[in-house]
């Protein structure tokens, strides 16, 4: 009753054509002048007729509106994380720099780099700073005697020269780094990854001495835990030495593998074209440049990728979603027929049965799409927290999310808008 009160309430203005006295249209609005046909509802009419029946039925409008919320809220956080990567990326390359470049010499003919490769890369004028790296793939790393010497935990050696701490922009997490001229002391330093797998957690000293290894068949003091570093991965699981140190205890052949070198980011491609014939004058072809901050980027590109395919799921969510409520929609129309009969009875035209019922859905799927945004909101800013990301959300996704919801509720209640106002008002009063 409550409906059919509001309805005679709403369309009491929607006179339809003069009709005789006692008529039902002469009780639903009287003729003043002559009208040749139903008058408009207006918009306040229209969004209160769609949201009446959402308000008396509300758990069938929740049920009916979570396949599209889920579908928009999959949108908005497939979209906002990787742009909240991309943007702790961009805060990351701004950090740790792009003007690194990695001079390595070829692996399949065995060809290493001459001994002073790094001091001759370092007279480049561009170049600030150059450090080289030999690796030792041979010799093995162990906490103490009694461990197999094929146990190695997965930690490399390598040897290093040069200022690690201005060209590969190294910290420590714990202890220091090598100064300059400790490349003789049997002292070593571990990546992250080298130092979780060998169990070392600390530096503190025991009797008065670091924690040892047993590099080869010599002991080192670990005297330094790096930070991860983004641009050079191979060095987190890696315990370094100083060059000369390697060379007089482990057999090091002294030839580096890698020169890393920081040069000033306006040149750094005329850096690159000369480096390869820089660092091996006689065979520069063995060479290669490459930066690793592409490497970041390149990953960066892998994340967008496979974010195309979650927003093809996203996709099928709203379908699923769209399809769901057009036939709640076309279930109201059937369960609305007295509801039909008498708005027609009272001079309600076919459109505005057609709107009434189309706004309706748009209605249904724009609620659902609103609550879709704010969970994909709330998921974009919990991943980002969890990631130490910037939360960052862009405006396309949000508005494309209330987009598709709107489009999608237009087209899921096109059929049954158009059905009912098919209905004659005899045929359905008929089983009134």
């Known amino acids: 009753m409550r409906i059919l009160r509001s309805l005679h309430r709403l369309l009491r203005q929607s006179a339809g054509r003069p009709a005789g006295p006692g008529s039902a249209a002469s009780f639903a609005a009287p003729s003043v002048g002559r009208q040749r046909g139903p008058a408009r509802l207006a918009t306040r ?91 030792m793939p041979s010799v093995p790393v162990r906490r103490n005697e009694k461990v197999d010497q094929g146990d190695t935990s997965g930690v490399s050696v390598i040897a290093a020269r040069g200022d690690l701490k201005d060209t590969f922009e190294a910290s420590a ?15 070593v330093v571990l990546g992250p990854t080298a130092a979780h797998n060998l169990g070392i957690t600390s530096l503190a000293p025991h009797k008065g001495i670091g924690p040892q290894l047993l590099i080869g068949d010599k002991w ?78 390149a990953k960066q590109l892998t994340e967008t990728a496979f974010s195309s395919l979650f927003l093809g799921l996203a996709g099928v969510a709203l379908l699923v979603g769209g399809v769901g409520v057009a036939n709640t929609m076309i279930i109201s129309v059937l369960e609305r027929r007295t509801e039909i009969g008498l708005r027609r009875a009272l001079g309600a035209g076919r459109g505005q049965i057609r709107v009434q019922f189309l706004t309706e859905s748009v209605v249904l799927c724009l609620l659902g799409g609103g609550a879709g945004v704010l969970l994909g909101t709330a998921g974009v800013a919990g991943w980002a927290l969890a990631q130490s990301w910037p939360a960052v959300l862009p405006l396309p996704a949000v508005l494309g999310g209330l987009g598709s919801a709107v489009l999608t509720g237009a087209v899921a209640g096109l059929y049954p808008a158009v059905r009912a106002s098919r209905l004659t008002p005899t045929e359905a009063l008929a089983n009134a």
């Open 45 to 135: 009419d229209v969004l209160a007729l769609g949201v009446l029946r959402l308000r008396v039925r509300p758990m069938r409008a929740v049920l009916s509106a979570l396949g599209i919320s889920i579908g928009v809220a999959t949108m908005i956080v497939v979209v906002g994380i990787p742009a909240s990567s991309k943007a702790a990326l961009a805060q990351q390359m701004d950090r740790l720099g792009t003007n690194m470049l990695k001079v390595t010499a070829e692996q399949t003919g065995h060809t290493p780099l001459p001994e002073q490769a790094d001091a001759m890369v370092a007279r480049i004028g561009p170049v600030s700073s150059a450090a080289a790296v030999g690796n």
């Open 173 to 187: 997490w714990a202890g220091s780094l090598p100064e300059r001229g400790a490349g003789k002391l049997p002292s």
């Open 220 to 297: 080192f003091t670990v005297t330094g835990i790096l930070r991860s570093m983004p641009l050079l991965p191979e060095l987190d699981s890696a315990a370094i030495v100083g060059w000369q140190a390697a060379k007089d205890q482990l057999g090091f052949s002294g030839h580096p593998d890698t020169v890393y070198l920081r040069a000033n980011e306006s040149a750094l491609d005329d850096v690159r074209a000369v480096a390869r014939a820089t660092a091996n004058p006689q065979r520069p072809e063995t060479v290669t440049v490459s930066r690793p901050s592409d490497a970041l980027a």
